[in-house]
């Protein structure tokens, strides 16, 4: 899914979001971007490397990743949740939360 650069839906500033997808990997190897919203300077993203999950955000140039969490090799779906809050990034897999990526940027600003 993709959005065009219009400076409307998803490349606003933000300070509160929510990112939720279903995952069904057919394996776990190599690097597999869930979602990516944003860009080098501003956004968020959430990827499995291997059975490493993931996710970060980017406040102007610096990266702030939370903590890993081990995806399951058992071929069923799972849920990955991602939420932002006034500066804090927390990751969930099936609603277990990984440690936070905390900054004082309470806001991630607009993107393209």
Same mark, same amino acid.
């Given at each position: 899914l993709r959005f065009g650069v219009d400076g409307g839906f +998803?490349? #606003? %500033?933000?300070? %509160?979001?929510t990112y939720s997808v279903w995952v069904k990997p057919a394996n776990l190897t190599g690097i597999k971007v869930l979602f990516e919203q944003g860009g080098s300077t501003a956004g968020v993203a959430a990827r499995l490397n291997g059975n490493v +999950?993931? *996710? *970060? !955000?980017? *406040? !102007? #140039?610096t990266q !702030?990743?939370?903590g890993s969490l081990t995806f399951p090799a058992d071929g069923a779906w799972h849920h990955v949740a991602v939420v932002f809050n006034n500066g804090t990034l927390t990751c969930y897999l099936d609603g277990v939360a990984s440690t936070n990526a905390t900054s004082t940027n309470a806001t991630i600003p607009a993107n393209a």
């Open positions: +998803l490349e #606003t %500033a933000f300070s %509160a979001r +999950l993931t *996710a *970060a !955000y980017r *406040a !102007y #140039t !702030y990743t939370t």
